[in-house]
């Protein structure tokens, strides 16, 4: 029997001469205190998300303001910076390092059987990873452990087209519906005379409200609530591609025809229309409301980002010789966005010029390793960095599977590839 929150042992305990274990929640603040000054600034920071008690241990003894002044003074005003100022100083050296990782550091790479079929999708919030599009189920995935948390099942007669989650939910565009899975597996389909659209092509879910891009050129939304089509907007002359929302109510898409529209979610006018210049359909998009830009990428390999405040270009430059698929950025980073296509070079770009910092693919030279727990079989191998000059078509495939999605976290990527598989991509610096 474990001791009580005081620490002490139970008579039954005492009687058979039995040690009990301590709990941590035992140790007092100055145990703890000693314990947490070995440890560096992240993991410290990871310490105080972990409970309260630990919360007010750190910031009673003032830990993260003395080592944030030891190791960063360059970072403050002085020693006597606030909490506020430290919290962004946090931050801003977060991002900085989470960069720096993607640009620099050692690649491992853990890959694990998600599907029975091949999927192309993925999303990644709060730790959770969600994948499907292509299998009958979508699985959400806790990347500590790669443990298979929940599953939905999608119906026979119809097939996944896109999906996103938040905390509570899951919404999906199955066929030519709407359909809602509760965390707790409970599925809802919206009712019939308001579900149905035109071919839809992709959706994202910003809380309460759904946006399909369809076929016929329209976005509709959805109000997750009412369970009502609320708006269908004009976007395009041809099919919408693929969609972004914005904080600040704007529906963002990309055509076939390689035009993107800016709309107003709610008063339904057309804000702007940005063009590439290569005139080949925009295949992925990603909205930065930290720094408001724009990112595209076409079926020709290039890349393009607009300020949305000025509506001005700022670059545009070939980032592959084939399409890309997916680009993506960690909330909060205004320096670094990942791009992955079918030629399987995961790609990492300056945000504010579009230079490409880093390219990196599978490390087919060496051996991958395997461990089985209770969870499946994690297979453990290497990436590695090519430079500017490497010629990508002599690279085996096995060493760089189109990405069909990718996710971005602190520190690393998930990408998806039209297989069974499941890949996290993990920089360390």
Aim: charged share 25%; with cysteine.
């Amino acid at each position: 029997m474990e001791p009580g929150p005081s620490g002490s042992s139970s008579p039954t305990s005492k009687r058979n001469g039995v040690r009990a274990r301590t709990r941590i929640g035992s140790l007092d603040h100055d145990i703890l205190h000693i314990i947490f000054s070995f440890l560096n600034i992240f993991d410290l920071v990871r310490c105080t998300v972990v409970c309260k008690s630990w919360n007010a241990v750190v910031s009673r003894s003032k830990l993260l303001h003395y080592k944030m002044w030891q190791n960063y003074s360059e970072f403050f005003n002085d020693s006597n910076s606030s909490r506020r100022e430290l919290n962004l100083s946090l931050e801003e050296l977060a991002m900085m390092h989470h960069s720096l990782s993607l640009q620099q550091g050692r690649i491992d790479i853990d890959q694990w059987r998600g599907h029975s079929v091949g999927i192309d999708q993925c999303r990644m919030k709060m730790g959770l990873l969600l994948t499907g599009v292509g299998d009958k189920v979508m699985r959400l995935w806790s990347l500590d452990r790669y443990k298979r948390v929940e599953e939905y099942s999608v119906p026979d007669n119809v097939s996944l087209v896109d999906f996103d989650f938040d905390e509570s939910k899951i919404v999906g565009l199955v066929g030519t519906r709407i359909s809602i899975w509760r965390r707790n597996g409970k599925r809802s389909i919206f009712p019939s005379q308001e579900g149905t659209f035109s071919r839809g092509l992709c959706m994202r879910y910003f809380d309460p409200e759904a946006v399909v891009g369809c076929e016929d050129g329209t976005a509709r939304v959805f109000d997750m609530y009412s369970r009502k089509c609320s708006r269908i907007i004009r976007m395009h002359a041809a099919p919408v591609t693929c969609l972004c929302l914005s904080d600040d109510q704007l529906i963002l898409s990309g055509s076939s025809l390689g035009s993107i529209t800016i709309s107003g979610l709610l008063s339904d006018q057309r804000v702007a229309t940005l063009k590439s210049t290569d005139c080949t359909g925009i295949k992925a998009l990603c909205f930065n409301p930290c720094s408001h830009l724009v990112f595209a990428g076409t079926t020709a390999g290039y890349g393009y980002c607009w300020d949305l405040r000025t509506m001005r270009s700022l670059w545009q430059t070939r980032i592959s010789p084939n399409v890309i698929y997916s680009m993506q950025h960690m909330q909060n980073d205004t320096s670094t966005l990942v791009v992955g296509g079918i030629d399987g070079v995961l790609r990492v770009l300056d945000q504010n010029n579009g230079d490409i910092l880093s390219r990196c693919i599978i490390d087919d030279s060496k051996p991958a390793h395997s461990s089985t727990s209770i969870h499946g079989v994690i297979e453990r191998r290497k990436g590695r960095r090519i430079s500017e000059n490497t010629h990508i078509d002599k690279i085996p495939k096995s060493a760089r599977p189109a990405i069909t999605c990718l996710a971005v976290g602190m520190k690393k990527v998930v990408t998806t590839h039209n297989s069974k598989y499941i890949r996290l991509w993990k920089f360390n610096k």
